[in-house]
T-cell receptor, first 110, second 112 residues
Framework: GQQVMQIPQYQHVQEGEDFTTYCNSS?????IQWYKQRPGGHPVFLIQ?????EVKKQKRLTFQFGEAKKNSSLHITATQTTDVGTYFC??????????FGKGTKLTVNP | DAGVTQSPTHLIKTRGQHVTLRCSPI?????VSWYQQVLGQGPQFIFQ???????GRGNFPDRFSARQFPNYSSELNVNALLLGDSALYLC???????????FGPGTRLTVT
């Protein structure tokens, strides 16, 4: 079945530095969704990418879907302490289920 | 509008017991999905229901079962609990036509 691998597993940055997490698959993906889970919280939907080469921006967050639809990235510019959490990519794995990556845990030093 | 609600918040059970977890989706949403999230991992799909019909099932043993009621709320049942069933159980609500999943706060299950 569909699998997505995320790197890095952990990332620690100083406030104001940029952050990027990557999501990779060996097979072509129909879509990629990104979620954020704050410590002790639940996943919150950020965005869905569907088209090859798609780029979407939400304030300081930039999401990309690769040309071959096998990888995606989430880039945060000038991190803030409010960005702390685990960022998951997920893809539709057939029969309506979402297949999640293991996530990238971001910590920000103020 | 209220978001997705789940009960109970926390639960401690003993090996061999069974447990029932409950979820109420966002008003107007007809689809509910259940996920298991073990510490340090991403959520793993267990079931999806739409209009009371099972739409999808993940790779979980038959000890796991679920159902959806006419008001679209849902129950997840787990029988013969194992230590490895300790996890955060998340319910997600979907409109049925859209793709965005709205997660509830989850039920933290500890099996001792």
């Amino acid at each position: 079945g569909q699998q997505v691998m995320q790197i890095p597993q952990y990332q620690h940055v100083q406030e104001g530095e940029d952050f990027t997490t990557y999501c990779n698959s060996s097979t072509t993906l129909s879509n990629i969704q990104w979620y954020k889970q704050r410590p002790g919280g639940h996943p919150v939907f950020l965005i869905q990418l569907v088209k090859s080469g798609e780029v979407k921006k939400q304030k300081r967050l930039t999401f990309q879907f690769g040309e071959a639809k096998k990888n995606s990235s989430l880039h945060i510019t000038a991190t803030q302490t409010t960005d702390v959490g685990t960022y998951f990519c997920a893809t539709q794995g057939g029969s309506e289920k979402l297949v999640f990556g293991k996530g990238t845990k971001l910590t920000v030093n103020p | 509008d209220a978001g997705v609600t789940q009960s109970p918040t926390h639960l401690i059970k003993t090996r061999g017991q069974h447990v029932t977890l409950r979820c109420s989706p966002i008003s107007g949403h007809k689809s509910v999905s259940w996920y298991q999230q073990v510490l340090g991992q991403g959520p793993q799909f267990i079931f999806q229901y739409y209009e009371k019909e099972e739409r999808g099932r993940g790779n979980f043993p038959d000890r796991f079962s679920a159902r959806q009621f006419p008001n679209y709320s849902s129950e997840l049942n787990v029988n013969a609990l194992l230590l490895g069933d300790s996890a955060l159980y998340l319910c997600a609500s979907l409109t049925g036509t859209g793709y965005e999943q709205y997660f509830g706060p989850g039920t933290r299950l500890t099996v001792t």
